[in-house]
Structures are given as structure tokens and as C-alpha cells.
């Protein structure tokens, strides 16, 4: 169940500039950019409340939030930094549980506040994707109202082919449905931090080789594997239907990131995504401006492309 804060929470406008389109009651004004965010994640109060208690059945759970410093949010707080920030409408997911009683637990508030705001959140299903209940939970979430399933990954072990195979009931069921799949990847170079998994280049390939026909949002920049496409031959067609998320940008990559990105696999690849709560939209937004995007291209990054996914997925059979 929802807390009483987040039930009643009224978002309200902050302020109004080209950054925050929708008005008081929440509608977005012809002619301004809608901004989406495409990476947050928000945790039901239980979890809030008493992190310590998810640790001993959860290993990759307590290596990211073991620190009191790794905050965890609920409905309200992320929808009153989405009117702090300009960000009208924000997907939402929760962690890749093991736990099947966490893994629905978590679901469930995640439908529960697409459900209460439909304006303001979109819903992604989450959980360890190679648990033997991922199947089950892939559909229970794709027809109880969620739009994709996300953020998967690996923590512990990587991308290891093994892992990849047994994402394939998965990826199948969101094939059927047309949804797409955000997966955590990370540069396999550069310094160490929680949440760095041991995956390869070579993995990510292989990924979105093996489900060539999904959509895909590969996060964090992909672990900079569009920089391939760069090669003559067969990257720029294994990558046909990937996208890249900037979650974490800020702290992983120069500002430049954006516009060479930009040129090698074009804007309309990109989705503006802030991994809140662990960076406010904000940076992101400064650091566009700092890589001297054009106008268009900060469009389509901070809420265009998100909007056409998102259409493509309400259109779905």
C-alpha cells in the first residue's frame, strides 16, 4: 500500500520555464518539451524504513545500499524533486530482487503508483532475471499495467553466456508484447564502484545480438559500446533497436560524452535518464548545455526519444 504522504501528495508547479511544461494540475502545455526521465527507482516504505532486514537474502542489494548515504525513495519525494527538477513524467522500477516475495512486493508499488499517477510515472517490472520466477513475473507485470520490464542485470556474476541464455523467457514474453527491456551494463574499464558488475564489451554484444529483435535500453551509456559503430560492418545492425540511457553520466563520463554520442549513433538513440535518487535531473541538464548540444538534440535526449517509445508501447496490440 501507498504511505498517507504519498497518497496525498499534490505535485505542484515550481516554477515555469521551457524545463517545466505541465501547469498546477499536472496537463503539459502545448508547444513545450515534455522532459522524461527514464531511469529512477522508488521502494515501498517497508523497504525504506528497514533496508538491513533485505541484506542477508539480498548480497547485491546490501553491496549498492549498504551505506546510509545510498538513499532510497518512495512515490512522493521522487514526484516533489520531479517538480523541483522540470521533469513531467519519470519510469519507475525497483531493484532485480532474488526474493520472489520482495520481487512481487516492490511490483506491486510500482503498479500501484502507475496506477494512482498516470501522468507522472511509467512502470517497469524488475527482478533477477535468471530466477526461476522471472518468467511468471515478466508476464504478471506486463498485464497488470507496467510498460517494460527493468532494470535487469547481473551483479554478481556479469554477462556471462550462461546469463544471457537464461534471459530468454524473458526477453520472449517482452518480444510477444512489444516492451522494452532496460538492462544495467557499465564500462569494463576505469575505476571500481558498488555496482560495477565484471561485464565485457564483448557481453554487451553478444546481448543484444542474441535478442537482436527486442527493444533495448542499454543503461549507462552501454558501457560505451556505441562507440563501435564507428566499424564498417555489422555493430551499426546489431544495434538497430538499442537505445542508451545517461544514467550516472555525471560521475562516469566527461560532458563531451553527449556529442560524441550524438555523432555516432545519432540523438534519436539517446534517453535522458538520471538514475535518481542517486544524481538530481539537473546535472544532467548542465552538463548538455556544457557539451554544447543544439537545441533539437536536447529535445529529443530529455524527453523526445522517451516519448516515442513510450507511444510505440500504448500502440502495442
Request: glycine residues 8%.
Amino acid at each position: 500500500m501507498l504511505t498517507a504522504y504519498e497518497s496525498g501528495f499534490a505535485y505542484n508547479l515550481r516554477k515555469s520555464t521551457a524545463l517545466t511544461p505541465h501547469n498546477q494540475t499536472g496537463k503539459i502545455h502545448e508547444g513545450h518539451p515534455m522532459i522524461i526521465d527514464f531511469h529512477t527507482h522508488i521502494f515501498p516504505s517497508e523497504i525504506r524504513r528497514s533496508r538491513e532486514n533485505f541484506f542477508p537474502s539480498e548480497p547485491a542489494f546490501e553491496l549498492l545500499y549498504r551505506s546510509s548515504k545510498s538513499r532510497l525513495v518512495g512515490a512522493g519525494q521522487l514526484l516533489e524533486a520531479m517538480d523541483e527538477n522540470g521533469v513531467d513524467k519519470s519510469v519507475v522500477f525497483g531493484f532485480p530482487w532474488k526474493n520472489p516475495e520482495t520481487v512481487k512486493r516492490n511490483n506491486d508499488y510500482i503498479m500501484e503508483v502507475v496506477a494512482r499517477y498516470p501522468d507522472r510515472f511509467v512502470g517497469l517490472g524488475c527482478f533477477e532475471p535468471s530466477g526461476s520466477h522471472a518468467a511468471e513475473e515478466t508476464d504478471r507485470c506486463l498485464n497488470g499495467g507496467l510498460s517494460g520490464i527493468g532494470e535487469l542485470a547481473f551483479y554478481e556474476t556479469g554477462l556471462e553466456p550462461e546469463a544471457i541464455n537464461r534471459m530468454e523467457p524473458v526477453m520472449e514474453i517482452c518480444r510477444q508484447h512489444h516492451a522494452p527491456v532496460l538492462i544495467h551494463t557499465n564500462e569494463p574499464v576505469g575505476h571500481r564502484y558498488p555496482g560495477k558488475t565484471p561485464n565485457t564489451l564483448a557481453q554487451i554484444y553478444d546481448l543484444v545480438g542474441q535478442f537482436s529483435e527486442n527493444t533495448i535500453i542499454l543503461a549507462h551509456w552501454g558501457g560505451g559500446i556505441f562507440f563501435f559503430s564507428l566499424l564498417k560492418k555489422e555493430v551499426r545492425q546489431k544495434l538497430k533497436n538499442v537505445f542508451f540511457d545517461t544514467a550516472a553520466s555525471p560521475y562516469l563520463y566527461d560532458p563531451a560524452v553527449y556529442k560524441t554520442a550524438v555523432e555516432l549513433v545519432g540523438a534519436e538513440k539517446i534517453l535522458f535518464g538520471s538514475d535518481y535518487p542517486l544524481l538530481a535531473p539537473q546535472r544532467y541538464f548542465k552538463e548538455m548545455d556544457a557539451a554544447g548540444l543544439s537545441q533539437d538534440d536536447k529535445k529529443a535526449i530529455c524527453g523526445g526519444n522517451s516519448a516515442a517509445l513510450l507511444r510505440q508501447i500504448s500502440d502495442r496490440p
